[in-house]
């Protein structure tokens, strides 16, 4: 690995964005089928009532299907909200409206619950760039969920959601970044 993990990490994310983009409609569909179906298993082997799940962006593995499984199972869906501060807050979503939020970033409308919310989950799905064997996991550079679980206190479960080939021997690692319990992909999940 590079001695500055910060260029590292660039570097990085500009290949993996690059091979975001490539993905064809057909790979993409046969990869979201594989992941809901993966998240909805990871769900129920934990027993899972409450959860965390982001909205996927549009190179993003598509998290909308699993979402929409949850909440018709009755299972109650935190959504990130990204704050000014570099904090996360949380919402419900009881809209079912989306918006752009800082960066971007695909975000459920709706009552902000506070930072303190995500404590109350079973489960806690997060978006990864990367993730390593030991289960670092590589974001996209903002942080927001890295602050989020080196926060918590009784940290649930906590699975990463990427592309089969994103799953990677090492991953360029800072002091701030925090590791993941496992990986969830379109065609397995592993428990790190």
Known sequence: MSPDPTLAKRALRAELRERRQNLSQHERDIATAGLTENLETI???L???SISCFLSAPT???TR???NWAEAQGIRVLFPVSRDDGLLDWTVGEES???QGLFGMPEAVGELLGPIAINDVDLIIVPAASVDKTGMRMGWGRGYFDKTLGSMENCP???AVIFDSEFV???PRELHDQPVNGVVTPTRILAL
Do not use: L, M
């Open 97 to 99: 409206v989306e918006r």
């Open 157 to 159: 479960p906590v699975y």
């Open 60 to 62: 993003e593995p598509n």
């Open 47 to 49: 027993s899972a009532r």
């Open 65 to 67: 299907p699993f979402i």
């Open 169 to 171: 021997d090492e991953v």
């Open 43 to 45: 769900t129920r082997q």
